[in-house]
Every structure is written in structure tokens, then in C-alpha cells.
């Protein structure tokens, strides 16, 4: 008899831990997807071969040459140049992201007509490159947030963009 009650004590101890470890998960930041830029004439099955090397832990689909982001050009900078081009009143950069030794600064397509900006990459050697914008759609199926199944928690997603 005493066995039993160790063995229902256990059970429900396991059944209340479950419980706390699911809830704690599930209060956690969730991504549905992410917005990544590629180098110009990057194809399709590229991206897929990029992507297979990434531990992505749910099924993902893929956008390509999507326009849900801004970013669809980029110029490269280095280090030691982006200060510089800071102080610069017409310099304008919504999006920069810090990779080795440049940064990647990300712009929208209106920012390629405007004169004053063509200007500061020409007085500074920099190239305006256009981007294959592509979304990951995380997960399968209507979007109710099941982590695991149509979403991924945010530290992986900030892993996975970080190993980009």
C-alpha cells in the first residue's frame, strides 16, 4: 500500500513538472519566420542548401525573391569606414549589421534614386548591390503558435540568424 502512494506521488509530482515545463515554453517569445538577405544571383536551390546546413528544428518553407522586407539592396562597409560615413548629414542607414571585419548596411529601394546618397557611395568607392530577399515560413498549417510545429522559441531563431 505504501508503494503505491510513492508510486501516485511520483506521478503526480512528473505530471505537475510537465505541466510547469510546458507552461514556461510556451510563455517564451516565438518566431513564425525570418526575413533573410542573400548576395544578387543567389538561386533558389542555393538558398535551400544554405538553409539544410542550420539545425532549423521545425519544417520551414520558403519564400524566395520575397517582398516582404524593406531590404532589398545592400551596400558593404568596412569597419573602420562606417564611422565616417556617420557624420555624414545625407548618409542614411536604417538597417546596418555588424559581420567580421564590415558592416552590412541594409536599404530600401527608395533610397536608390536620391541623389545625395549615390553621391556619398561614389565619393566613397562603395557599391550598391541588390539582394534576393527571401522569407522562412516556420512550421505547416494555420498559425496557432504550437512551438515545435509552426514556430520556433526566440533564442533559436536568434541562434540560427546569428550562424548566418
Known sequence: MNRNKIGVSILVFIFILTIVVLM???QGAKVAGLSIQFENET???EVKAILE???IPVNYTI???SNISCGMYYVKVDEDKINELRKDENWTSLVE???GNYNIIMLSAEFVPDE???TILEKNNLQLK???VCYIH???GPADWVVGKNCILEKDAIRIKNEL
Open 53 to 55: 546546413n542550420y539545425n
Open 97 to 99: 549589421i555588424k559581420k
Open 130 to 132: 541588390k539582394a534576393v
Open 116 to 118: 545625395n546618397f549615390l
Open 138 to 140: 516556420f512550421g505547416v
Open 63 to 65: 519564400d524566395y525573391n
Open 24 to 26: 514556461t515554453q510556451s
Open 43 to 45: 538561386t533558389e536551390s
